[in-house]
């Protein structure tokens, strides 16, 4: 069983950049964010793979939020910029233990582990 931990999150107003992180208590293959806002379902944000950093992004993001990964640390971080109010949600890092690949890497049920979750708000 693999444990994850996040940190960060919070408040900041629009067009305000925050940083999430995500520690894994052991090793594991494809590491994602996924967000869920009040009504609505849990969608993906990004991922990135172990072995070669691959990184795959939601196309709604348009290039603000940027995935990494620090093996060495099992940890995997979200930088976020260009803050929206439409960003506002629950932000929860993921874990797979096995291989993914494109669309794979961002359907919620195909990830092993979850972390309890944090909170963003932006604020208009």
């Known amino acids: 069983q693999v444990r994850l931990v996040e940190s960060g999150g919070g408040l900041v107003q629009t067009g305000g950049s925050l940083g999430l992180s995500c520690a894994a208590s052991?090793?594991?293959?494809?590491m994602a964010w996924f967000r869920q806002a009040p009504g609505n379902e849990r969608e993906f944000v990004a991922a990135?793979?172990?072995?070669?950093?691959?990184?795959y992004y939601a196309d709604f993001l348009k290039g603000r939020f940027t995935i990494s990964r620090e093996n060495a640390k099992n940890t995997v971080y979200l930088q976020m910029n260009a803050l929206k109010p439409e960003d506002t949600a629950v932000y929860y890092c993921?874990?797979?233990?096995?291989?993914?690949?494109?669309?794979?890497?961002?359907?919620?049920?195909?990830?092993?582990?979850w972390g309890q979750g944090t909170q963003v708000t932006v604020s208009s």
């Open positions: 052991g090793r594991t293959y494809a």
């Open positions: 990135v793979t172990r072995t070669d950093g691959t990184t």
């Open positions: 993921a874990a797979r233990a096995n291989y993914c690949s494109g669309s794979g890497c961002s359907v919620p049920n195909l990830f092993n582990y």
